[in-house]
């Protein structure tokens, strides 16, 4: 192996580290309505084994390389390299069900932005974003669920979202930035982003199993937390902690807004590692829980 084929190696491993460090990240912040959170062994809504998804979660790391690597080889965002990540990623899921399942949403998020990344080494969030929208323009022959929905409701749907180029990512990582600035917590901040992402989006899981008014109710609950002041508020946290037994009461999992935050969470940390001139590792948070 020579030394610029090591370098490209450490840099597909570092970038995909990066993926799954955000991913373990949204899976440690609390408490999210609806979702897996440290809060208790089986998340209420989902009925998900917390510590098996953060174990599950570490799985997709071969993955994540593979397809920097490909990207990296490819050079650009066609439809052969399309045709490759989603060879991979059905492998990756393979994988990821052996260690306990979940995290497709997070895989699809994710890959594509990993890709991306790699096809542009230093680029910024929102070149990033971009070509993870072309790359994703590309078609798949795979139905999945949130397609079906997506057709019967006219949703954007997760391939939708991608396409478009993961507008509620760049809206989340707007709102870690604002909320930063405020002065919230890092937990605070990254709450906020997750619900200016259930605020909007038209979620395909929440879709097939509440409904379009459930998915209002949802919308609505979220943009009631962020009217209020955000979590960083009291009012806000009362919010929030009313939306989170909503949710919990009718198993409600807002599951496409959680990967959208690890999408962001992925982005927020090349963009301050990049900001810092170091090599690209995910920086360490503390505090990921906030007292509800």
């Not at 899976?27 to 809504?45: E, W, Y």
Request: charged letters at 20%.
């Amino acid at each position: 192996m020579t030394g610029t084929q090591h370098n490209d190696d450490r840099e597909d491993e570092a970038l995909a580290q990066t993926a799954v460090d955000a991913l373990v990240g949204q899976l440690a912040l609390a408490p999210k309505p609806g979702l897996p959170d440290p809060r208790d062994l089986t998340a209420r809504a989902t009925r998900r084994d917390h510590s098996a998804l953060r174990w599950s979660a570490r799985a997709l790391l071969p993955g994540l390389t593979a397809m920097a690597a490909t990207a990296r080889r490819t050079g650009e965002p066609s439809a052969r390299l399309r045709t490759d990540l989603g060879a991979i990623g059905r492998s990756t899921e393979h994988t990821v069900a052996l260690t306990g399942g979940g995290h497709r949403g997070a895989l699809w998020t994710l890959g594509l932005l990993v890709a991306a990344a790699a096809l542009r080494p230093g680029a910024g969030a929102a070149d990033i974003t971009t070509l993870a929208g072309q790359l994703a323009a590309h078609p798949d022959r795979r139905p999945s669920r949130g397609s079906t929905m997506s057709a019967r409701y006219g949703a954007a749907g997760a391939r939708g979202e991608a396409r478009a180029g993961f507008p509620h990512v760049r809206r989340a990582l707007t709102a870690l930035t604002t909320a930063r600035e405020q002065g919230a917590t890092e937990p605070q901040a990254r709450l906020d982003a997750l619900l200016t992402v259930m605020s909007t989006l038209q979620d395909t899981e929440l879709l097939y199993t509440a409904g379009p008014l459930g998915l209002r109710r949802v919308q609505a609950g979220a943009r009631g937390v962020l009217d209020a002041g955000g979590t960083a508020t009291e009012p806000g946290a009362t919010a929030l902690r009313a939306l989170d037994t909503d949710l919990t009461e009718h198993t409600w999992a807002p599951t496409g807004s959680g990967a959208l935050l690890a999408g962001a969470l992925f982005l927020d940390a090349l963009r301050l590692v990049g900001a810092r001139g170091t090599a690209r590792t995910a920086p360490t948070r503390p505090q990921t829980t906030l007292s509800p």
